[in-house]
């Protein structure tokens, strides 16, 4: 493995750690009075084409990070949405 590829490996791991807590505590409190559901929206469309795009140009870093931050994201997004209705 080249250095790049450990650097992007390392990089997507802590970006994709960096939403565990809120999805947890989301999940766990059903609190999302202070989450902007316009950010999440957009960054979950933001994180399905990273996803796209690394599939696209077979990059397993950014498909493993997207892969993993998508349904970490899209549910915050969902739950948010259900806290409207």
């Known amino acids: 493995m080249i250095l790049s590829e450990i650097v992007g490996l390392v990089a997507a791991a802590l970006t994709t750690l960096a939403f565990v807590p809120q999805a947890l505590k989301s ?3 059903r609190d999302l009075s ?3 559901l316009v950010m999440y929206g957009v960054f979950t469309s933001g994180v399905a ?4 795009y690394g599939l696209l140009i ?3 870093p950014v498909i493993l990070a997207n892969a993993v931050t ?4 899209g549910l915050v997004l969902v739950l948010k949405l259900r ?3």
Do not use: I
């Open 27 to 29: 999940w766990r409190t």
């Open 34 to 36: 202070g989450v902007s």
């Open 49 to 52: 084409l990273w996803l796209l």
């Open 58 to 60: 077979e990059s397993w």
């Open 70 to 73: 998508l349904p970490l994201a």
């Open 83 to 85: 806290d409207r209705a």
